[in-house]
Each structure stands twice: as C-alpha cells, then as structure tokens.
C-alpha cells in the first residue's frame, strides 16, 4: 500500500510524542498512531464529544421501565354481633418510563438480562464514516474526513446515560365501616312421630296328633364283615322283611362313636346290645316350614349310610336307587339337598349298617333359614312326624318287616 509523505510525517511525530489515543473495537492501534495529531486536535477541543457524537451520526436506544403499584379496598361491616371484614378486589395502576441512550456506531448495544448496563458486541472493523458532511472546526480543517472520522473512533467516547423517575400516584386504600342492626334468627323445629309396626310371620307347622318324630327298627347284620371301602356286599332290602328285634320313636339320630366294641343303648331307650354288627332303619316325614332347599349331612360314618328321600323311601327303596351312599372307606362325610314347597310332607328313610370294629355314625337335617331340626340333640322338633293327621298327605309306613 503506498503512503503520502504528509502520512510518514504525522505516523513519525506520533511514534515521536505522546500517544494519546485509545482504540475502541474495530480500530487498530497504528490506525490510531497514523491520526495522532487528529487525535490532540480532538482533546484540546472541549467540545470534541459533541462534535465527534454528530460528526459520525451515532444511533439512539430507547430502554422502558415498568412501574406498578397495588391498592386494595376494605370494608368493615360492624354490628352488635360482631364485626365482618370484606376485603374487595384489588387495583393495579401501571405507569411506564422512557430512558433514551447512546452508544457507537462501530458496535450493536445488546441489554443484559442480569442488569440495567448494557454490554458491547463486536462485530467486525467498520470505520465511522459521516452520513452528511458535517460542520468541521477550523482547528480540524486541514485533515481530511477519513482521518477525523479515525480519529473520532479513537477517541473512546464513552455513552451517555439518561435516568427516567417515574412517579406513579395511588389512591389511599379506602375503609369503609357500615353499622348495621343486630338481627335474631329463628329456626323452625319439625317434629315428626315415625310408627313402626311389627309383623311376626310364624312358619306352618304340621297338624299333631301324637304324630312327631321318627320311626327307627333295630336289626342284626348277618351280611358279613366291610372288606372293601364301600362295604358292597352290604345288601338293604334284606330287611324289608324281618322282624326288628327292637324299634321306638325318637327325635334324634345319630350321636354315637364307640372305638371298641360294647354294650350300648340308642335315642334314650333301655334296650342293650352290642355295638357291632348292627342295623338301625329310619323312616317318617319332613314337614316344610318354608319354601327351599333343606340339607342332610352325614360325618365321620363307619361303616354305611344309605339315604332315600321321596317316594323311592316310602316303598320300592334299594341300595341302586338311594339318593346318598355315605362309606367308612371314603372318608364317611357326605350330603344330599332336597328342594321343598311351604306346607310339602317328604317321605325320608337314614339306614345305617355297622360290621366289625368301630361304630360312628352322625347325621343332622338343615332348613333353609339355617335352623337344624334334627340331630343327635334335637328335640321334638314338629316337622319331624310319623304320618299327617289325615292320613292322606302323608300316610303311615307298613308295619315292620312287611315293606315292599
């Protein structure tokens, strides 16, 4: 790049005295050396930061500030009952401040979101250039455009800051007290007299006429000792036709468990015999007391059980057509449910066989409301009973040893 003789003697008189020139972004230091005595023209001018701000038509930034203040309104309402406080809904007035400032055309002002200062961005060498020619003093005259505008540049003109007051003015908070009158309250009282009626539904019973309970006949068994779990060579019909050697009425069943052999007694008799190959036939009738299904339950049988409910225990009965076969050599727990109408006699038939060994045998009838009617503790329960009063609904059972 060639240089002007006039240029080499102000680059030398500035290497030779004091440089007072301290480049901003964009300008280098011997561009600055180069315009030095541009430069002490600059400050012995007072007015240098004015002329040097219009000379190189420096942009203005506007910054706005937000003041906001609250006011809140109560009201005090007082009575001899007290005293209601209302706060109403809160006003808000806004005023907003303008602040202008300056910065360099060589740079981009940018705020910083952490404070009100502004911070310089560089973005690259752009020498000031005036937009309009601009009045020169005469000190300046001699010097070209190019090397006032350098010079301005190195000036490092520091922008001015403007600060914005804002007042904002607010209404004082308004109180308002408003005396009222005490008030009574009456509550009306409703009495209301509720009447409950009880209704006690009794279930039917069947007609008595020294009718209740259970027939029961004692045997012998002479089928032989239970050699299989289902003690299968034990035949029932065998005594459709002997002749008990003892029977009664009773209105329980069941309830004994003998480990050994021995001399017993059954359902509150005299009668003794031994607790080994034995017998005991149970017929009569099942009164229902109410609709639903009733339940017999047999546990812990040793050694058979043999059930029959409806017309098959009236007459025709076998060990085929029972209605439950409870065994020894299955567990000896087992049931049957019978479906019954209100009023309904059923014809029902519990005979029990033991061979050898130990004697168990425990049975009980359920109603559907829960209640047992027959146990081995039941007593004279009425829907237990040998026959109806009229001999037709439920009719009495053939004599001993001459069933079919």
Not at 29 to 36: P, R, S, T, W
Not at 389 to 401: K, T, Y
Request: proline share 5%; hydrophobic share 35%.
């Amino acid at each position: 790049m060639w240089t002007s003789p006039r240029q080499l003697a102000l680059l030398g008189l500035a290497v030779a005295g004091q440089v007072h020139a301290k480049p901003v972004k964009g300008i280098s230091e011997l561009e600055c050396l180069a315009v030095d005595l541009v430069v002490l023209a600059l400050d012995a001018c007072t007015t240098a930061t004015a002329f040097c701000s219009n000379y190189l038509s420096i942009p203005t930034i506007t910054k706005t500030a937000t003041v906001t203040t609250s006011l809140t309104t109560t009201q005090i309402t007082s009575s001899t009952t007290g005293t209601n406080i209302i706060t109403e809904s809160t006003v808000t007035q806004t005023q907003t401040a303008t602040a202008t400032v300056t910065t360099c055309i060589l740079s981009q002002a940018e705020e910083d979101s952490s404070s009100d200062s502004y911070k310089k961005r560089n973005v690259g060498p752009r020498p000031c250039r005036p937009a309009t020619r601009k009045a020169i003093p005469t000190a300046l005259s001699k010097f070209s455009q190019d090397e006032i505008s350098t010079a301005c540049s190195c000036l490092g003109i520091p922008t001015p800051t403007v600060t914005v007051t804002a007042t904002a003015t607010a209404t004082k908070p308004t109180t308002s007290i408003i005396n009222i009158a005490a008030t009574s309250d009456v509550t009306a009282t409703s009495v209301i007299t509720i009447t409950t009626t009880t209704t006690d539904i009794v279930c039917p019973t069947p007609s008595q006429c020294n009718n209740q309970g259970l027939q029961f006949a004692l045997y012998p068994n002479n089928q032989g000792d239970s050699s299989d779990a289902t003690y299968s060579i034990f035949d029932p019909t065998v005594y459709k036709t002997e002749t008990p050697e003892f029977s009664g009425i009773t209105s329980t069943a069941g309830g004994f468990d003998y480990s050994y052999v021995q001399e017993i007694t059954v359902y509150g008799t005299s009668y003794e015999f031994e607790s080994d190959y034995f017998v005991l036939d149970h017929r009569g009738y099942i009164f229902a007391a109410e609709n639903g299904s009733y339940t017999i339950t047999f546990t812990n049988v040793d050694d058979i059980v043999l059930l029959w409910l409806g017309a098959n225990a009236y007459a025709g009965w076998t060990r085929a057509n029972a209605n439950a076969g409870i065994y020894f050599g299955e567990g000896g727990d087992g049931s049957a449910s019978v479906d019954m109408v209100e009023g309904e006699y059923m014809p029902i038939r519990i005979m029990y066989a033991q061979a050898q060994g130990a004697a168990v045998f425990q049975v009980s009838i359920t109603a559907p409301d829960g209640t047992v009617f027959l146990s081995s503790s039941t007593e004279n329960s009425p829907y237990l009973v040998q026959y109806s009063c009229d001999l037709v609904s439920a009719p009495q059972f053939p004599a001993w040893g001459s069933e079919t």
